[in-house]
């Protein structure tokens, strides 16, 4: 890491010299913009609406635009003669809670590291402070620019966060806030269980930017020359619940099936995702439908196994019969054959 800025910071009659570094950094991916045909980057050129020339770095300084197309211009020597008391000092104010400071007044984050001899001092602090359980309000000067910020521990390090001003927070200004809208006690209490079904300790490392991730195979996929596997699509969002009891309900038992516990609903009256899910699980089953079904037949084959079983000495008997009837008839009709046969030859 590269320090952006030295100074000290300004502890009563204690002075503890500090480099200030960036504590974060952006992980988005950049691109330029390029002609599309030839790859050949855009440049932009900086010329003066006035006279059409361009202008160099040099020869650029601040202007306040006072409207009507009047301009102030200020430069370098303007700024210098500002009376900045904290422009190389970090001045301690007073030591406040923690949970006292807004976070939407957060801004950025840097970490300060001792400077040559300042170790003890900067040890000092940091311990006075981790005990305390508060955290310094502090002004400080950084490019040119006077801000409020706060002094706390984090990792062993003193950590200042620098901060928006009150009058930098916008009031938050929506036609709902006017409304007289009533939430009855029986959908806080629902939405006060979902809120403790998702209950969890916050681990940052747990959460990922998967569009970034995405857009990095997109581009690794390009360099290589290989096809781009499209990643699975998410689920679409449910449209808006129009019965809120029903979704908050269904929320709070899905929220407790993600985490491995059993629905709170066991025998009791069904919600809406336990209902759908018994559904989808009798369809699933194998033969859950043809049970009933499959009795019936198996009744009626095996009567038809005891009828074949009665009928056969029925049928053997009928055969026996018919044989004995045949041997019967046969020695009559040759008896007949023999008495026709004299006839024939006169």
Not at 33 to 55: A, F, L, N, P, W
Not at 69 to 78: N, P, S, W
Request: glycine share 6%; aromatic share 6%; with cysteine.
């Amino acid at each position: 890491m590269r320090a952006i800025w030295k100074g000290a910071v300004s502890f009563g009659l204690v002075s503890i010299g500090v480099k200030l570094y960036s504590a974060t950094e952006e992980k988005d991916i950049r691109f330029h913009q390029v002609h599309r045909d030839d790859g050949g980057r855009i440049r932009y050129k900086r010329t003066c609406s006035v006279c059409g020339e361009e202008v160099s770095y040099d020869d650029i300084a601040k202007g306040y635009d006072l409207g009507g197309g009047e301009m102030v211009i200020l430069t370098d020597a303007d700024f210098a003669d500002l009376p900045l008391t904290s422009s190389r000092a970090i001045d301690v104010l007073e030591f406040v809670p923690a949970e006292q400071v807004d976070p939407i007044l957060y801004n950025k984050a840097y970490f300060l590291e001792p400077e040559g001899t300042a170790t003890k001092p900067y040890v000092l602090l940091r311990d006075a402070l981790a005990d305390s359980e508060r955290v310094a309000i502090v002004k400080v000067a950084l490019r040119q620019r006077e801000q409020l910020a706060t002094l706390r521990v984090r990792d062993g390090v003193l950590l200042l966060n620098t901060m928006l001003w009150p009058d930098e927070v916008r009031t938050p200004d929506f036609g709902f806030l006017d409304e007289d809208l009533k939430v009855r006690p029986p959908e806080l209490a629902m939405a006060a269980s979902l809120i403790d079904s998702m209950a969890g300790e916050f681990q940052p490392d747990a959460f990922t930017d998967d569009y970034r991730a995405a857009l990095q195979e997109v581009i690794d996929a390009k360099v290589e020359g290989r096809e781009v596997v499209q990643p699975a699509e998410e689920e679409a969002a449910p449209a808006a619940a129009v019965d809120l009891m029903a979704a908050l309900k269904a929320s709070v038992e899905r929220a407790r099936v993600a985490r491995g516990e059993t629905p709170s609903g066991g025998a009791g009256e069904p919600t809406p995702i336990s209902s759908a899910r018994s559904a989808k699980q009798a369809a699933k089953a194998p033969g859950a439908k043809a049970g009933p079904a499959r009795k019936t037949t198996a009744g009626k084959t095996t009567a038809k196994r005891t009828t074949a079983t009665k009928a056969e000495p029925t049928k053997k008997t009928a055969a026996k019969k018919t044989t004995e009837k045949k041997a019967t008839k046969a020695p009559a009709k040759k008896t007949a054959e023999k008495k026709a046969a004299p006839r024939r030859s006169a």
